[in-house]
Structure formats: structure tokens, C-alpha cells
């Protein structure tokens, strides 16, 4: 008989046609085992119909590695032990899943902008202050908030661009 491939992760059935002449047959008991370097494992068949044998071998993922071992079909009837069938099962997993780790740079930090917008197009300048280098800050009184084009920028200039703005 050629190899019968199994898979490891779950239930498989086998059905075999199996024959028992004789003058006086008894009640027969079936069983299938599969032979490993250490241990031997075997599963009890059951009748499924006239002349035929089933074996549900579950799932042996925890029980066994992948691979191939010997498999033995056999039969007890009364006092007498027969192996009618030998072959070769081959456990495989039905699925295989593999990962691999990636690895990619970094982003660039974000950099934040500001703008101060006058209604005078003629004066209009744009400071951009960027937060990735440091900012020197020259002193100043509590009235002004900025400058612009050497000109001091106080809180009520901005409010009258705001009024003239609506």
C-alpha cells in the first residue's frame, strides 16, 4: 500500500475493506497503530458495515511531529493476533502560518509655522518660527507683543486689525 498522508491539526477517518474467513470466526477487535522512534500510538477501529473497518485518528498535534511513521493495521480474533496491512503515515499540519519581524525608519518630527497678517498689503511680512531649533527672544515691555519691521506690535493693534477686519 502506498503512504496515507494525515493531517496533524485534525480529525481524519480511515476506512478499510478487511476479510475474515474461517471455520469458527469469533468476534473480531480491530486497532491501528502508529509506531514512533519511542512510543507507539494506537486508535481502536469499529465496524462500519459488512466487511468494512473505520478508525477516527484525532487530531495528534500535541502528540507527535510532523512526519513519517509506520502504521499497522491489526486484527484480533479470539486468541489470535494478525497484521493484515502495513504502511507508511505521513502527519503533516493542514496550514502553516510563518512571520518574519520588518523594520523601517522613523518619520521626521512634525515642524510647527505661525504667520501674523496685517490689512496693509504694503507692511505685510510673515514670521515663521520653527520649534526644531531654538529661538533666541530679545527682551521686551509688558506692552508690546512683537515686532514687525522694527516697529513694536502692541495688543491694541491687534485688536483695531481685528475691528477693521469684520
Given at each position: 500500500?502506498?503512504?496515507?498522508?494525515?493531517?496533524?491539526?485534525q480529525?481524519?477517518?480511515?476506512?478499510?475493506?478487511v476479510?475474515?474467513?474461517?471455520?469458527?470466526?469469533?468476534?473480531p477487535?480491530y486497532?491501528l497503530?502508529?509506531?514512533?522512534?519511542?512510543?507507539?500510538?494506537?486508535?481502536?477501529?469499529?465496524?462500519?458495515?459488512?466487511?468494512?473497518?473505520?478508525?477516527?485518528?484525532?487530531?495528534?498535534k500535541?502528540?507527535?511531529?510532523?512526519g513519517?511513521?509506520?502504521a499497522?493495521?491489526?486484527?484480533?480474533?479470539?486468541?489470535?493476533?494478525?497484521?493484515?496491512?502495513?504502511?507508511?503515515?505521513?502527519?503533516?499540519?493542514?496550514?502553516?502560518?510563518?512571520?518574519?519581524?520588518?523594520?523601517?525608519?522613523?518619520?521626521k518630527?512634525?515642524?510647527?509655522?505661525?504667520?501674523?497678517?496685517?490689512?496693509?498689503?504694503?507692511?505685510?511680512?510673515?514670521?515663521?518660527?520653527?520649534?526644531?531649533?531654538?529661538?533666541?527672544?530679545?527682551?521686551?515691555?509688558?506692552?508690546?507683543?512683537?515686532?514687525?519691521?522694527?516697529?513694536?506690535?502692541?495688543?491694541?493693534?491687534?485688536?483695531?486689525?481685528?475691528?477693521?477686519?469684520?
Open positions: 500500500m502506498n503512504d496515507v498522508a494525515l493531517y496533524l491539526d480529525d481524519n477517518e480511515l476506512l478499510f475493506k476479510s475474515i474467513e474461517g471455520s469458527k470466526p469469533g468476534t477487535k486497532r497503530v502508529f509506531e514512533g522512534k519511542d512510543m507507539s500510538y494506537s486508535v481502536l477501529g469499529h465496524q462500519a458495515s459488512a466487511g468494512e473497518v473505520a478508525f477516527t485518528v484525532p487530531s495528534m500535541n502528540i507527535i511531529k510532523e513519517n511513521y509506520r499497522n493495521l491489526e486484527v484480533m480474533v479470539d486468541d489470535r493476533f494478525f497484521t493484515p496491512l502495513t504502511f507508511n503515515a505521513e502527519f503533516e499540519e493542514s496550514i502553516r502560518v510563518t512571520v518574519e519581524s520588518a523594520t523601517r525608519p522613523l518619520s518630527k512634525p515642524t510647527v509655522s505661525a504667520a501674523i497678517m496685517t490689512s496693509r498689503p504694503a507692511t505685510t511680512k510673515t514670521i515663521v518660527e520653527n520649534h526644531n531649533k531654538p529661538v533666541k527672544r530679545q527682551p521686551h515691555d509688558d506692552s508690546s507683543i512683537g515686532e514687525i519691521d522694527g516697529r513694536k506690535v502692541t495688543v491694541d493693534d491687534l485688536r483695531s486689525l481685528i475691528r477693521s477686519r469684520k
